[in-house]
């Protein structure tokens, strides 16, 4: 079975600081990897996904195959990155989406 | 193109009615995805289409629920005999079919069961 487990339910950090919030997966295949967001009042939407190895508004997340794990990282943490943030995986030869329970990230001034 | 659209935003309702939402993708996309998300979890995945063929059902797709796209464009999802456990945001979401597109969602349908 696939799973995702974001261990932190919440994370609050200062303005400037690092951020690392942490996805874990389950599969025995070859996962596609997302992070998806959602700030307040607004709809759930893509932040990154793994095969882009793209860094969008200053955030990354390398695919760790060994340890089976997909952090999401910012060195400088802004408060406009306070928000709801979701690791997903798509199973090989399937369209869904797995979800994790997601982490409530709150960045103070 | 203002995104994937639900009807309506919220529904309140009596244990036991039926209640019927409905998702219009974003045009160009021919997948169209269905989740519920309930309080303190991430979106479950139910079904998805392509274009009019419902092509995966998740075992949370009980019989008591069904989508239809029927002409591969808007879908509806009908929830018969609703219970309180029901009660939950629901997501579409669409892509296109070459995969450079990810999934982009709703505003979700918010039911409530009485």
């Keep these: 079975a696939q799973r995702v487990t974001q261990p932190e339910k919440l994370l609050s950090v200062f303005k400037g600081a690092p951020v690392e919030l942490k996805c874990n997966y389950s599969y025995s295949g070859s996962p596609e990897l997302f992070w998806y967001v959602q700030y307040s009042r607004q709809r759930l939407q893509l932040l ?11 955030f990354t997340a390398d695919l760790n195959k060994g340890e089976t794990s997909f952090h999401l990282k910012k060195p400088f943490a802004q408060e406009e990155d306070s928000a709801m943030y979701y690791c997903a995986l798509s199973p090989q030869g399937s369209e869904k989406l797995v979800f994790g329970k997601g982490t409530k990230l709150t960045v103070n001034p | 193109d203002t995104g994937v659209s639900q009807n309506p935003r919220h529904k309140i309702t009596k244990r036991g009615q039926n209640v ?31 274009n009019e063929a419902q092509l995966e059902k998740s075992r949370l797709l009980s019989d ?8 591969g464009s808007f879908s509806t999802l009908e929830i018969q005999r ?14 296109s079919t070459d995969g450079s597109q990810p999934q982009h969602f709703g505003d979700g349908t918010r039911l409530s069961i009485l």
């Excluded at chain 2, 219009?24 to 996309?29: Q, R, V, Y």
């Excluded at chain 2, 609703?82 to 892509?95: F, H, K, R, V």
């Design chain 1, 48 to 58: 990154l996904r793994h095969i882009s190895r793209e860094s969008i508004k200053g």
């Design chain 2, 20 to 50: 019927t939402f409905r998702c219009d993708p974003i045009s160009e996309h021919n997948r169209l995805y269905w989740y519920r998300q309930t309080l303190g979890q991430g979106p479950e995945f139910l079904t998805y289409f392509q």
């Design chain 2, 64 to 71: 008591r629920f069904s989508a239809e796209r029927p002409k």
């Design chain 2, 82 to 95: 609703t219970e309180q456990g029901d009660s939950a945001m629901y997501l579409c979401a669409s892509s």
